[in-house]
């Protein structure tokens, strides 16, 4: 079989693909307006799988693919954060990391979860009776 590759914007498209044999060659950014991920995909057979895909006859290992699924994850954002600088967000600059801004972790500095007060507190319309 002759090895070719393909770009694609679908994660699980790409999931399928490493399933199935496939590599990952690379990740590319464009922006337009926020960043878009393309995932290089490379490996034999590729015109086959993706009509399969495309079909809905695609059969994959229900574990492998959620592992494939988490692998792209784990590198698409290992990616995004090399890329990443957080002095460039507009609400980061113009406001500071949220612990500097004043009454925003009101329930954090008295030693509980937000909303953590309200979580099943008369809830007796739920009780079996």
Do not use: W
């Not at 490379?42 to 994959?60: F, I, P, S």
């Not at 990616?79 to 460039?88: G, I, M, N, V």
């Not at 980061?92 to 500097?100: I, R």
């Not at 979860?113 to 309200?118: A, F, I, L, P, V």
Request: net charge positive; hydrophobic share 30%.
């Amino acid at each position: 079989m002759k090895t070719n590759s393909l770009e694609t914007t679908d994660i699980f498209r790409g999931a399928f693909f490493l399933c199935r044999g496939a590599e990952l060659s690379g990740i590319r950014f464009r922006h337009n307006g926020r960043p878009i991920a393309t995932f290089l995909i490379t490996g034999e057979g590729l015109d086959r799988l993706d009509k399969q895909y495309r079909n809905g006859q695609a059969l994959v290992n229900p574990l492998q693919f959620r592992e494939s699924l988490n692998h792209l994850r784990d590198i698409l954002f290992e990616k995004l954060r090399e890329q990443d600088d957080p002095a460039s967000h507009k609400c980061y600059a113009a406001t500071g990391p949220a612990s500097s801004r004043p009454g925003r972790d009101y329930a954090a500095t008295r030693g509980r979860m937000r909303n953590g007060d309200r979580k099943r507190k008369n809830r007796g319309y739920q009780t079996r009776g």
